[in-house]
């Protein structure tokens, strides 16, 4: 008897599930135990994070050192780091014919655990105000928009594991009205619709993802819409959830607290990361320990807290200032009893003077280390939550630490496009300081005359060219990232607001 060939097919195919099972529920706003697995991927514990990418890699950590030395079982990454600004152009990585092209263009392995979504946690505010179609975004080369249409399409082609269905967010806008919150849901319901479809017309032999509904950061009863017909006809639908406020934690639907919560609310500190996952939040990318690595602060907390010996009035620092030269003479590891390269191999000393010496590689073994620092601190939180001593050991990290993490002192690594934040086009200033500076008039004589040229024989060139050109930043100035940003967009809100 012969078996109709699609039946085969799946018969083939290994089940593609993403699966999450809850390990431990004490209520229902209370810290959670759970597993995220899918098969040929690691599976992530939770509370847990993943790496959080800038165009496909996590800042300063290398292909090869991700397989060898950080140990995460998945990264975010946000398609808008790979879209480009002129729609003419097709994106060099939607022309890889191969299987898993996201997986392939960024070299990650196999085993690692790839959610899509259209903007970087934190987004930057767009100027460009999302339509009814179209969603703002910061591409490499300056903000744009992309279209639902798009992004499923963009998904289909780049076969992540989980995809983020698209938001409509008016990031960076501190009021929002009750006429735009409507829209929000409208919307929002409208796209992850779109990519539901998108999902459903894609035949067996392709790889398929799982959607991560998003939950807008506006109450309940404002999003009413959209919650209900996630409800009633998407529900079955979606693997999980993206939470955009986690202090709204308490108004999500009961019948969506099976699935796993990824948290797009970036935290600032560890404390915060505490009281999220002490209400329930699951999955983390965590901001904070790239602006950490950037700052040169090597982070140095332990979950739970050390059992404190004497009273004392003063709170431990939840960093180490790298660039300090209290350093200078100190071969001790960035933390005690922290068991990562940059800790097994290497000293203070060492680090303080790469940073000095702006030397990359600074950067890079503060990153691996802060990245041993959070996996170690998320063991230790489902430790804590295993045994029930949860409330009481946050209780005394919040007593032994200090509240927010130390402030920058020395220069970062060179910033270029989405670090700038859009305040920062506001200042005026150069960026980066030069690293190179033109030659005073004698001394060029000089140059040239060693070089046997004649003064003024040749027209001048320019002896730098400064990284904001190269990336286009002249561009970004046309949607205003200036001083009138803000204005700006709220004109194109308003506009927005009446093509309703
Ligand atoms: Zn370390």
């Known amino acids: ?67 060898k030395s950080v140990e995460l079982g998945g990264v975010y990454i946000a398609l808008e780091d790979f879209v480009e600004k002129h729609p003419q152009k097709t994106p060099p990585i939607f022309k890889y014919e191969v299987p898993e ?13 790839l959610v899509l979504g259209a903007r970087r946690n934190p987004p930057i505010p767009s100027p460009v105000a999302n339509t009814n179609t179209q969603i703002g975004l910061l591409t490499s080369v300056g903000f744009t928009t992309i279209s639902s249409d798009y992004y499923a399409a963009a998904a289909r ?77 998407m529900v ?48 983390f990318t965590v901001p904070f320990i790239n602006d950490a690595t950037d700052a040169g602060v090597a982070l140095d907390f332990n979950f739970p807290a050390p059992v404190k010996h004497h009273a004392s009035s003063t709170r431990r620092s939840l960093g180490i200032d790298m660039w300090s030269d209290d350093h200078a003479l100190s071969v001790t590891p960035l933390s005690h009893n922290c068991t990562c390269y940059a800790c097994t191999k290497h000293h203070r000393a060492f680090v303080q003077h790469l940073l000095g010496a702006k030397e990359m590689l ?24 295993e045994v029930g001593t949860f409330d009481t050991d946050v209780a005394a990290f919040e007593a032994y630490y200090e509240p927010d993490l130390p402030e ?40 040239k005359a060693a070089h046997g040229q004649q003064p003024n024989k040749k027209p001048a060139t320019r002896d730098v060219i400064d990284d904001e050109a190269l990336l286009g930043l002249v561009g970004m100035e046309e949607h205003g990232i200036n001083a009138d940003a803000a204005v700006q967009m709220d004109k194109l809100n308003l506009e927005d607001d009446e093509r309703r």
Request: with cysteine; proline share 7%; aromatic share 8%.
């Open 1 to 67: 008897m012969s078996v109709p060939a699609s039946i085969q097919k799946l018969d083939q195919l290994p089940p593609e599930m993403l699966e999450f099972t809850l390990l431990k529920k004490t209520g229902a706003l209370a810290p959670r135990l759970g597993r995220l697995s899918l098969p040929r991927r690691k599976s992530i514990l939770t509370p847990g994070f993943i790496g959080n990418t800038s165009r496909g890699v996590i800042p300063h950590v290398s292909q090869d050192n991700f397989r």
């Open 101 to 113: 092209p996201l997986r392939k263009f960024i070299a990650l392995p196999e085993e690692t655990l």
């Open 157 to 233: 082609k780049l076969q992540p594991d989980v995809v983020v269905g698209l938001a409509d967010i008016p990031f960076g806008q501190a009021a929002v009205g009750l006429k735009r919150k409507d829209k929000m849901s409208d919307r929002t319901e409208t796209w992850l619709r779109d990519l539901i479809v998108k999902q459903g017309t894609m035949d067996d032999a392709e790889k398929g993802w799982s959607i991560f509904a998003p939950i807008l950061p506006i109450d309940r009863h404002l999003q009413s819409w959209y919650l209900e017909h996630l409800l009633d006809d």
């Open 236 to 283: 079955d639908k979606i693997d999980g959830v993206a939470i955009y406020d986690a202090y709204l934690l308490h108004e999500l639907p009961e019948q969506l607290h099976h699935l796993p919560r990824l948290s797009f609310h970036a935290p600032a500190s560890p404390q915060e990361l505490l009281r999220q996952i002490s209400l329930g939040m699951d999955l």
């Open 362 to 385: 600074g950067w890079v073994l503060i990153q691996l280390h802060n990245h041993a620092i959070i996996c170690a601190f998320f063991a230790g939180v489902r430790a804590s939550i």
């Open 408 to 447: 920058k002192t020395g220069q970062g690594p060179r910033v270029r496009g989405y670090q700038f934040k859009s305040e920062a086009h506001a200042k005026k200033g150069k960026k980066n300081p030069k690293a190179f500076n033109k030659f005073g008039g004698e001394d060029l004589v000089k140059l």
